[in-house]
């Protein structure tokens, strides 16, 4: 007679490799029903992988079946999007359960294109997602997203986002000439984007990436001590000029104590699409040393490729370009890892709204 406990105990070394952790140990294992040599096991992961739970069930299915007695087994896997932690003090958004940000130390790593691509990652593993152009000096998220025209506002006040490959976004970029320079202060910075976030009429998002503007200056602490944030990645290429700055973006998250959940290493290799030969234009491994400096997960690594350029430029980019190619797939795995990362921090218990549920049988 196969009993709960082992088949817990089985399922126990089954490795969330998003998490590191075992099902049992991220409560991920739902429930466990054993009739005779029959066994039913509901999984709910805490972050949207609707790319994966296929192979998942397989996976747990396989250790079931290998447990002796087990006969049969059905596996289920849902997912299940929760709120979580902001800063102290902090409010989070009504309507918005998890705000993201991606910074970079300094400008040319591919900041924003990295944003924009993760953002549909998470959206094409099942979330609901919506992007904030933070970058009030240079916005690029309309352009990559190929958006056009003023949002429109059902009262004078607040703002609707404006909507493209599924995706809810919003940029000072929609409110202003394309060749407008905006010749503000910083004060009239952080109160603009202020506005954007509060006033954008989110429609119940899972996570809201917000592209922060590159560097560590006072106006980047003060978005970082103004917007309430769940989490933090981290962008940067393999130069150690660029690690060096990226390091200070790390350290500005860590005093206003906003999880970093990781580094995404852009532009690690460039592959000739003539000869095939490989070569690391940037220098070679420089986000994986600051991962492990800081003992922060590296959450992957991105290629120097033309097509990611060309597809952002295009207004469609890579991962709604090309959702099965190579390079969206890897977008798809950072998604998992930095959703994975995050639900591994405290929940937020003041929001109660409902949960996207994505389920595979």
Same mark, same amino acid.
């Given at each position: ?63 079931? &079946? ?10 289920? =896997? ?13 409010? !989070?958004? !009504? ?36 992007? &904030? ?31 493209? @490959? ?8 929609? &409110? ?21 976030? #509060? ?14 503007? !590159? ?11 103004? =917007? ?29 104590? =906003? ?6 290493? #852009?532009?690690?290799? @460039? ?57 969206? &797939? ?24 409902? #949960? ?6």
């Amino acid at each position: 007679m196969v009993s709960e406990a082992v088949v817990r105990a089985a399922l126990q070394q089954v490795v969330d490799p998003h998490t590191g952790e075992g099902l049992t140990a991220q409560t991920a294992l739902r429930g466990v029903g054993v009739d005779g040599d029959r066994v039913a096991v509901e999984i709910q992961l805490g972050y949207p992988a609707a790319g994966w739970h296929a192979a998942l069930a397989r996976q747990v299915e396989q250790a079931l &079946l290998a447990i002796p007695g087990v006969a049969r087994a059905t596996v289920s =896997v849902a997912s299940r999007v929760q709120a979580h932690r902001v800063q102290k003090d902090m409010t !989070p958004l !009504p309507r918005v359960r998890n705000i993201i940000a991606v910074a970079s130390g300094k400008g040319g790593v591919g900041k924003s294109t990295t944003a924009v691509n993760l953002a549909l990652a998470l959206q094409a593993e099942g979330a609901r997602v919506g992007v &904030l152009d933070a970058d009030i000096y240079g916005p690029s998220i309309p352009k990559m997203l190929g958006l056009e025209g003023r949002p429109d506002s059902p009262d004078g006040q607040s703002i609707e986002p404006k909507r493209n @490959h599924g995706l809810q976004a919003m940029s000072i970029g929609l &409110l202003v000439g394309e060749d407008t320079p905006m010749i503000w202060r910083g004060p009239m910075v952080t109160q603009a984007l202020q506005q954007l976030l #509060n006033n954008t009429l989110w429609d119940d998002l899972d996570y809201l990436v917000i592209d922060l503007p !590159p560097g560590t200056g006072d106006i980047q602490l003060t978005l970082a001590q103004r =917007v309430p944030v769940s989490g933090a990645v981290i962008v940067t290429t393999p130069q150690d000029i660029a690690t060096l700055d990226a390091r200070k973006a790390l350290q500005m998250f860590a005093k206003v104590e =906003v999880p970093v959940l990781g580094i995404v290493e #852009n532009m690690a290799v @460039h592959v000739c699409s003539n000869c095939g030969h490989a070569e690391h234009v940037f220098g070679a491994g420089g986000g994986e040393r600051m991962a492990a400096q800081y003992d922060v997960p590296l959450l992957g690594a991105l290629p120097l490729d033309i097509q990611i350029r060309e597809q952002a430029d295009s207004g469609t980019p890579t991962v709604a370009a090309d959702p099965d190619s190579p390079l969206s &797939l890897a977008y798809r795995d950072i998604a998992r890892r930095t959703a994975a990362r995050l639900s591994l921090q405290a929940r937020n218990k003041a929001i109660a709204f409902p #949960n996207i549920v994505i389920q595979d049988s």
